[in-house]
């Protein structure tokens, strides 16, 4: 962790690929070097924002996101993921997951803003569920991820979507 945000994460089943990384963390090594060293797949390029600048973190997470959704093996998962990174109003403000549920804020930074919307993915069959929140009572259920995103686009408070329409350089 750096400045409370993510910088690397992987997936191994054999725990002795992990000292090369944790010696390179440890010794001061790069992200890239850290990264060369890994045998295994390890996820950097997370808020590598030289200036710290909001708008590129969140578009730093959206890329993470979006990359970790498509290793994932979880086909609804990747489905809502790439969903919410369509729809341009989402894709303004900084995605995050808890329990692999997908919410929002309007800010990169810890503690993010209140909860407007947490989106459960099914695996295999089932439901996406909304919920305000990640341990929340279901609000809705339904069976696509289109409609998932849909919903959360019209849960976004006012004051959010203000707050996004200022920040334009996430359209992109």
Same mark, same amino acid.
């Given at each position: ?30 992200? !890239? ?34 990359? !970790? ?39 990169? !930074? ?9 989106? !459960? ?52």
């Amino acid at each position: 962790m750096s400045n409370d945000r993510l910088m690397i994460c992987g997936n191994t089943k054999d725990i002795r690929e992990l000292p090369q990384v944790i010696r390179g963390w440890a010794e001061g090594a790069s992200l !890239d070097e850290i990264r060369q060293a890994a045998t295994f797949d390890l996820l950097t390029g997370r808020f590598e924002v030289p200036d710290n600048n909001p708008a590129d973190v969140i578009a730093s997470e959206w890329q993470w996101l979006l990359k !970790d959704a498509d290793d994932a093996d979880w086909p609804q998962y990747q489905a809502l993921i790439e969903s919410a990174h369509a729809e341009p109003k989402l894709r303004r403000l900084y995605p995050f997951t808890s329990h692999w549920a997908l919410s929002f804020s309007n800010t990169p !930074d810890y503690p993010f803003s209140p909860s407007f919307v947490s989106i !459960d993915s099914p695996r295999g069959t089932g439901d996406y569920t909304i919920r305000e929140w990640w341990n929340g009572p279901a609000l809705h259920h339904v069976t696509t991820a289109a409609e998932a995103i849909a919903i959360a686009v019209g849960r976004i408070p006012a004051d959010l979507l203000q707050t996004s329409s200022e920040n334009p350089a996430q359209d992109s």
